[in-house]
Nanobody, 116 residues
Framework: QVQLAESGGGLVQVGGSLRLSCEAS????????MGWYRQAPGKQRELVAR???????NYADSVKGRFTISRDNSKNTVYLQMSSLKPDDTAVYYC??????????WGQGTQVTVSS
């Protein structure tokens, strides 16, 4: 079993920054990808950013140039540095991990609120 522990959410003003962290623990043999998704009230969960085993990344168009995903393999941890935050970034942010068999695991979510 894999557990994902997220931290770093909170309340920030427009234009501010936050860094989210997600540490994976448990029966982890290999990780194909880790990433962040978000879900705003009344909307579907959407991909924010993802980083793959080889280091490649992809981002939602809405966050390109503002958010950066990175990882520390020694700690099984992925980070999301968010800058120039906008009210539309307000959502619950979920960490996701895909293991070597592409089984997906989710964190419990962390709230990010951007106030104008």
């Amino acid at each position: 079993q894999v557990q994902l522990a997220e931290s770093g959410g909170g309340l920030v003003q427009v234009g501010g920054s936050l860094r989210l962290s997600c540490e994976a623990s448990g029966s982890i043999f290999s990780i194909n990808a880790m990433g962040w998704y978000r879900q705003a009230p009344g909307k579907q969960r959407e991909l924010v950013a993802r980083i793959f085993r080889g280091g490649s990344t992809n981002y939602a168009d809405s966050v390109k140039g503002r958010f950066t995903i990175s990882r520390d393999n020694s700690k099984n941890t992925v980070y999301l540095q968010m800058s120039s935050l906008k009210p539309d970034d307000t959502a619950v942010y979920y960490c996701n991990l895909d293991d070597s068999a592409w089984r997906g695991y989710w964190g419990q979510g962390t709230q990010v609120t951007v106030s104008s």
